[in-house]
Nanobody, 126 residues
Framework: QVQLVESGGGLVQPGGSLRLSCAAS????????IAWFRQAPGKEREGVSC????????YHTDSVKGRFTISRDNAKNTVYLQMNSLKPEDTAVYYC???????????????????WGKGTLVTVSS
């Protein structure tokens, strides 16, 4: 069955870095775009980043542009989210999600996803 498992979350100081991983199984990763979402306490889930299935083009929401980088290694069935210059407002549970087949990354919304991981908590605090 399709599974997405996130890892790499934790506590980091402001200005620090973390790399999240999303391990995919039960499907051929090459055929799908993959996205990262996050949900902070008391807030709605928001799309953060997405990487296409075909040419590897990426999308990042404005608040993380220049700080976050999404990448994929199809041979390892894994998608990564490198997060640099972290801010307290980046604190959230981060989820990876599979984009429905043939859908583009943009616009990036929950309605466009068909499978989700359980999330990994990122806390940015001094």
């Amino acid at each position: 069955q399709v599974q997405l498992v996130e890892s790499g979350g934790g506590l980091v100081q402001p200005g620090g870095s973390l790399r999240l991983s999303c391990a995919a199984s039960g499907f051929t990763l090459d055929y799908y775009a993959i996205a990262w979402f996050r949900q902070a306490p008391g807030k709605e889930r928001e799309g953060v980043s997405c990487i296409s299935r075909s040419d590897g083009s990426t999308y990042h929401t404005d608040s993380v542009k220049g700080r976050f980088t999404i990448s994929r290694d199809n041979a390892k069935n894994t998608v990564y989210l490198q997060m640099n210059s972290l801010k307290p407002e980046d604190t959230a549970v981060y989820y990876c999600a599979r984009v429905k087949r043939f859908r583009p990354c943009f616009p990036l919304g929950s309605y466009g996803m068909d499978y989700w991981g359980k999330g990994t908590l990122v806390t940015v605090s001094s």
